[in-house]
Every structure is written in structure tokens, then in C-alpha cells.
């Protein structure tokens, strides 16, 4: 080999190692700094949902303490799948997250085409709320009480129209109590939660699973009549609902929101977002404000969100398959 040759070899190789460098740079230098431009948040539904206010929170919190704007860029579709696999094919770099929430765990059987795998492809960050989901009928419905309600859609098998959004726990959580409960009542799907509480006070639905955010003010104002909440404890904002549980035994469902990042994103960035989020979750105004729509805290490091991010995904697949539920 020439001395030409070895010294461009040599200068080749002094360039490979300082781009190797700049590679590892994200563990050590440029994530202190993070983020230096906005970050986007993904959410896989529509504006003005229970998912986009979390993130719209989260989001303005984030941008208050971090320096820049954490904006929301809705990419509603496929059960929240669209927005999911933008956020997967998006750069490591932490500037694209996602706003996780249970249809995330219900798509991956529900689902069995996707482009992606969830549990591998999105690392978990943190959670941020979990909100019940709450079984309210309209007042055409004579039933007070769950074994009341049971009663009634055994001596009406079929009859009874469940309100829901395909794919959601709006759907499953009423599959899940027919499961368990040992009824039959029929899936009526909507494209959203707000057209479903329409037709649920119109009558033309029986009962919905409704989330508790979207519902609460129609309890309180007594046009619908909550049976009961979905989460294994009572809601701190319908404290004299009983939950499903105490009828049922067993039985659990929650909605739950969190962020998560596309797999292999630094771990410094997931680390400092997990820190500030879990920040946010001790700050009295974010704490006020989840309690108004009946959400509480799902503060924890990354894996404890993994884990559940995980045991969701494996409860909802057995329902899925029993209901033999079809997404959209």
C-alpha cells in the first residue's frame, strides 16, 4: 500500500471514529440540552376527545418547564393506528412522541395486520392518568342497579343496544362485563364517544361504557343514570357509585393515557421526560385538573408504565377473542 493510500486510510478512519462520536453524542452532550426546537405529540384521535385534552395538558406543562412547545398534532384513524405508526417511523431523536392509551393495547389483537409491533416498536416514557370508564343507561331503562340492569338483559336477550366506538374501551369494557356477566346485548358502533351519549340520551341506546370525562356532567345533571364505574376502586368524583366489581366479581377496566417515544430513542431523553412528567403529576393544578373529568395520578418510572402498557395488551386480547370484535 502507498504512503498516499495509508495516510487516506488514516484520515478515512479518523473520519469514521469521529462520526461514530457524534453517533453516541446523544448519551452524553446534546440530550442535557433537550429539546432545543418543538416537540411534537402524536394523538391518534380526533381534537377535543379525552386523549387530546391529556396531551393538550401534559403538553403545555412540558412546554412551561422545558423552554420550547410541546404541540399537538392530531392524526385521528384505525383506531388510533395511523397516528401510532407516524410516531414509530419518526427519527430517535425525541422530537415525535406519542399520547398511549389503552385502544393502543386493544389494537394489537384487534388489529392483526399492522405494520408494526407496539410492545416492541414504541418505548414507554411515562403514564400520566387513568380514568374509569363508567356504565350509565338512559332513563328509559327501568334498571337502578347492576344485578337490576343483569336481570333485565336476561329477561330482554339482544334487545338492549350498547352504545361504543369500535375498538376502544367504550366496546370493550362492555364486552367484558358480557363476558363476566353472562348477558347478551348488542354492539352498536359509533365514530366517536359524543354522537354515542347523543343517541344514549335519546334513548335509541340502552347503555354505554362510556369514559367518565366524557359522561360526568350528564350524571351530575341527571340525565344519565351511572350504575356503576369500571376501575377495581370508587371514583373520588362519583364517590356513591358503586364499582362493577362489587356485583361482579373480578371485574376491571379503565381508560389510561401516557407518552410514549419511538423504541430506541436515548435513554437520557426518556429518563428526563419521565422525570418532568412525573413532575407535572405532583403539581396541584394538573392534580385539580385530572380530578375534574374523574382521572386520577398514573405517576411510576418507564417500566412500571411498560408493565402496564403489557398487561393490558394481554387482558384485552382474551376479550377481543371471546367478543370476536371487528375493528372498523
Do not use: C
Not at 73 to 78: L, S
Not at 132 to 145: L, R
Not at 220 to 243: E, I
Amino acid at each position: 500500500m502507498s504512503n498516499v493510500l495509508k495516510l487516506s486510510r488514516r484520515r478515512f478512519l479518523r473520519a469514521a471514529g469521529g462520526a461514530a462520536a457524534l453517533a453516541t453524542l446523544p448519551s452524553a452532550a446534546w440530550t442535557q440540552s433537550y429539546p432545543t426546537r418543538p416537540v411534537r405529540i402524536i394523538v391518534g384521535f380526533s381534537p377535543g376527545g379525552p386523549t387530546d385534552i391529556v396531551a393538550r395538558l401534559i403538553g403545555q406543562y412540558l412546554s412551561e418547564r422545558l423552554g420550547q412547545q410541546f404541540v399537538i398534532e392530531n392524526r385521528p384513524g384505525a383506531g388510533g393506528n395511523i397516528g401510532t405508526e407516524a410516531v414509530i417511523r419518526a427519527q430517535l431523536d425525541g422530537y415525535t412522541l406519542l399520547l398511549v392509551n389503552a385502544a393502543n393495547a386493544i389494537s394489537a389483537t384487534l388489529y392483526p395486520n399492522l405494520n408494526f409491533t407496539f410492545l416492541k416498536d414504541i418505548a414507554p416514557i411515562a403514564g400520566v392518568v387513568r380514568v374509569p370508564n363508567v356504565m350509565e343507561v338512559s332513563p328509559s331503562v327501568p334498571a337502578k342497579t347492576v344485578p337490576e340492569f343483569i336481570g333485565y338483559a336476561k329477561a330482554n336477550p339482544g334487545k338492549i343496544n350498547m352504545a361504543g366506538v369500535n375498538g376502544t374501551t367504550l366496546q370493550l369494557a362492555g364486552e367484558l362485563f358480557k363476558m363476566m356477566a353472562g348477558i347478551e346485548m348488542v354492539h352498536v358502533p359509533y365514530r366517536g364517544a359524543a354522537p354515542a351519549v347523543t343517541d344514549l340520551l335519546g334513548g335509541q341506546a340502552q347503555v354505554m361504557f362510556d369514559n367518565l370525562s366524557s359522561s360526568i356532567e350528564h350524571i351530575r345533571a341527571g340525565k344519565l343514570r351511572a350504575l356503576a364505574v369500571t376501575t377495581a376502586t370508587r371514583s373520588k368524583a362519583l364517590p356513591d357509585v358503586p364499582t362493577i366489581g362489587e356485583f361482579v366479581p373480578g371485574y376491571e377496566a379503565s381508560a389510561w393515557q401516557g407518552i410514549g417515544a419511538p423504541n430506541n430513542t436515548p435513554a437520557e431523553i426518556i429518563n428526563k421526560l419521565n422525570t418532568e412528567i412525573n413532575t407535572a403529576l405532583g403539581d396541584p393544578r394538573i392534580k385539580a385538573r385530572l380530578s375534574d373529568f374523574g382521572g386520577e395520578a398514573l405517576s411510576g418510572s418507564s417500566n412500571d408504565f411498560g408493565t402496564l402498557i403489557a398487561d393490558e395488551t394481554e387482558k384485552w386480547a382474551k376479550v377481543v377473542k371471546f367478543s370476536d370484535a371487528k375493528p372498523d
